[in-house]
């Protein structure tokens, strides 16, 4: 493996990449995390490289065996296609710095030449997932990675974001991690492909296999989830139904059901049409997303020249009604 | 720290190893400094710590090491990294190493040794230096 020299052009990189240079992948990962100049010139070039893997979100509360599961499918990906990670760890708020641990899982696997892990830090953004995942995905699809494992921070009641950039996706929960309520709250349950609940030796193992289970069959009869987004037809309606499946991902059981189940959603994904759908979801979360980015960063300055610094002020000392102060700066930055 | 995009660090702890409180405080300790600090956990293979070092596209590598396998193990890591196309990666080496073996290492490629007693401040202030953010 000879190794890039300086500077080189998003072209000359896009083709190393795809040849199969680790080090230009690497680097071409840097390059768009870091939106450095041209990435959009980059990402423009490796476009219609990409589109091919199917892009599996791995989810789960803090603890729950996410990093040693995806340790495992790597392993028996790794053994007959090339296979990708994504691994998300926060951003810590206080110092802008991050430590990124997934890896220890995975330091075995990602020594065969066809297993690529990178990890990530969330930077600022929300949802449990990097805005830069999206662009990094892309790139690892052009690489010719198939699947791309996407493993967000430990998250499972607000951190559903990476249902919009998966094709499917798997939630990760663990025995002994909370009552029966817990399992009725919101969260990436409802809106997950497939269910895994790890940690199968635990002898209460199957009882909380048996209360998602209950709590999955609630939402069926309540016309809701399982997995339906809002205003539209549910999944379940078109023929998928989430499956619950036990693994036990330190001894490495339960491995290859799970790997059948994310390749039976892909298959179900195409012959449905429900991929078509799931692309523009995808584009129109993803414009939304930089839209906002943009937007944020311009909203600012309007609001500042709107007199935001006096609304804060008035609001503190409980002048002035949140609401109402909220609205005002609104009806001035917009003129109405 | 300077910029918005935060410089990324490799933590690694090499060879037949299990001593990883230093690789640990050194990690968390450079976290609160603002760094991407990937930590690779005990007992890597100086193949693993390329692997990792590649991967991630990392800006610098810091190795901890206590067993006394440094002569052998740390100029692996550092000969990988050339092959691989990382010669610019600076490499930091920390745990115990002899003041007899620090000169071998410098000639292997090391750029700072820091041994115990050292700050976590101290080893911040030199790798921004080391990433020519010194101010």
């Known amino acids: 493996m000879t190794a890039p020299a300086g ?36 990402l423009g070039v490796l476009l219609p490289h990409a589109g091919r893997a199917q892009l599996v979100g791995i989810s789960g509360p803090p603890g729950a065996g996410k990093s040693t599961l995806i340790g495992r499918l790597v392993e028996q990906y790794g053994a007959v296609q090339p296979v990708a990670v994504l691994s998300v760890d926060p951003t810590s708020v206080v110092s802008g710095g991050a430590l990124l641990g997934d890896r220890i899982r995975m330091t075995d696997v990602s020594l065969a030449d066809n297993v690529f892990v990178r990890s990530v830090a969330t930077r600022g953004t929300a949802g449990g997932l990097s805005l830069a995942c999206w662009d990094l995905a892309l790139v690892l699809d052009a690489a010719g990675y198939d699947p791309i494992l996407i493993e967000t921070v430990g998250a499972g009641q607000g951190e559903t974001e990476v249902r919009y950039l998966a094709d499917t996706t798997v939630q990760v929960e663990a025995p002994g991690l909370g009552d029966h309520v817990q399992a009725l709250k919101a969260g990436m349950l409802e809106v997950s492909d497939i269910v895994v609940v790890n940690k199968a030796d635990r002898p209460d193992s199957a009882q909380t296999a048996a209360r998602i289970r209950q709590t999955l069959a609630l939402g069926m009869e309540t016309g809701l989830a399982p997995h339906a987004f809002h205003g539209q037809a549910n999944d379940t309606e078109r023929g998928w139904v989430q499956p619950i499946l036990l693994t036990d991902a330190l001894a490495g059981t339960g491995i290859d059901e799970l790997q059948d189940r994310i390749a039976e959603h892909r298959d179900w994904l195409c012959a449905s049409g429900v991929r078509g759908d799931a692309e523009r979801r995808r584009a129109a979360r993803l414009l939304n997303l930089l839209v906002d980015q943009g937007w944020q960063a311009r909203r600012r300055a309007m609001l500042e020249a709107a007199g935001w610094e006096d609304a804060v002020e008035a609001v503190a000392v409980r002048e002035r009604e949140p609401h109402a102060a909220a609205r005002r700066l609104l009806q001035r930055v917009f003129g109405d | 720290m300077s910029g918005s995009t935060p410089f990324r660090i490799l ?85 115990i190493i002899p003041e007899a073996d620090r000169p071998a290492m410098r000639a292997a490629g090391v750029a700072e040794i820091f041994g115990p007693g050292t700050t976590i401040g101290e080893t911040a202030d030199w790798i921004l230096a080391a990433l020519g953010c010194d101010e």
Request: net charge neutral.
């Open chain 2, 11 to 95: 933590v690694a702890k090499l060879g037949l190893d299990g001593h990883d409180r230093g690789a640990k405080v050194i990690a968390r300790g450079l976290r609160d400094r603002g760094f991407e600090v990937i930590y690779t956990g005990i007992r890597q293979t100086p193949a693993m710590v390329a692997r990792a070092a590649l991967q991630e596209d990392v800006d610098l590598l810091a190795i901890s090491i206590l067993s006394g396998a440094h002569n052998t193990l740390v100029p692996r890591v550092i000969n990988l990294l050339r092959e691989q196309g990382q010669a610019d990666v600076p490499v930091l080496l920390g745990g």
């Open chain 1, 7 to 42: 500077p080189m052009s998003p072209e000359h990189l896009a083709e190393r990449l795809r040849d199969g240079d680790m080090r230009s992948l690497a680097r071409a990962l840097t390059w768009v995390e870091r939106r450095g100049n041209g990435f959009e010139t980059l």
